[in-house]
């Protein structure tokens, strides 16, 4: 073979697997909200049905998953129990969830609750629209009845976003933004976690990690976001996604008026600068 047909059939080489090389060489996912593709929560009931739609993982399978769920206006489940933990976190609207028989205490959007497998339990909405994010750690994510409750030890908790403790700077060595506040909701910063970060409007900085698994939900307010891996600056409203593996740095800006809140999921710390 020729040196020039030689290197010519290398770039050609070159060219053709190049996409696949960035694939897989990719450290970092970005979903906008408008973007979604959205199912039913239960199939079978159709319309009838809460919409719902993966972020990440498979409810489906025997895998940790997270995902939106959305509910109609007036929606009420009937007592029922689910077959594993998970936790929910209010993006928009109004949500109840609670024993059956307990008054309604309708929680607003940035409020946080979980709920133990095996409990019995009602949930409700009560806005024109109303959509939370629902995160469990294994699956498949089932809605079984009443009759088969059980008692798994946990103890279900419900966390009026009023009643949300937030730290800041000054408190947390890893937030190093002034006005930026933090708050951990489960697990331990050593291990895999959950945090909400809230971002004051006018913040424009980047929030770095190198944990081998980060995940972020929009939950509040809306944000311009770029990396190194998306340089286009990408609007993501309440509901989008974003995740990275390995060194990675997420640059946001917060350029509304109101502040922005996210949740983190990660087995590492994250800094914010």
């Not at 697997?17 to 408008?34: C, D, G, M």
């Not at 750690?137 to 008692?151: A, N």
């Not at 939950?219 to 989008?240: D, F, V």
Request: no cysteine; hydrophobic share 35%; glycine share 8%.
């Amino acid at each position: 073979m020729s040196r020039i047909l030689q290197v010519s059939t290398l770039a050609l080489a070159a060219t053709l697997l190049s996409p696949i090389a960035f694939a897989e060489s990719a450290k970092s996912k970005v979903v906008a909200a408008s973007d979604i593709k959205w199912g039913y929560l239960n199939p079978l009931r159709g319309d009838k049905s809460p919409g719902a739609a993966d972020l990440w993982g498979n409810r489906t399978t025997d895998t940790a998953t997270g995902m939106l769920v959305r509910f109609n206006k007036g929606f009420e489940s009937p007592p029922h129990i689910h077959n594993i933990t998970y936790k929910g976190i209010v993006i928009e609207g109004q949500m109840h969830n609670d024993d059956p028989n307990a008054e309604k205490m309708w929680m607003p959007p940035g409020s946080y609750w979980t709920q133990p497998a095996g409990e019995d339990h009602t949930t409700a909405a009560n806005a024109e629209t109303n959509l939370i994010y629902l995160e469990i750690d294994s699956g498949p994510y089932l809605v079984k009845p009443s009759e088969e409750k059980f008692d798994n030890g946990e103890r279900p908790l419900n966390l009026h976003k009023d009643n949300i403790v937030w730290l800041n700077d000054t408190n947390l060595v890893d937030i190093q933004a002034p006005h930026v506040e933090a708050t951990f909701v489960w697990g331990s910063p050593a291990e895999m976690n959950g945090s909400m970060l809230k971002l004051p409007a006018g913040y424009e900085g980047k929030i770095s990690t190198k944990a081998s698994e980060f995940r972020a939900v929009v939950i509040a307010g809306a944000l311009e976001y770029t990396s190194e891996e998306q340089p286009t600056k990408l609007n993501l409203s309440a509901g989008s996604y974003v995740e990275s593996s390995g060194i990675f740095s997420h640059e946001v800006a917060n350029t509304g008026s109101t502040d922005a809140i996210i949740y983190i999921r990660t087995n590492g710390k994250y800094h914010v600068k």
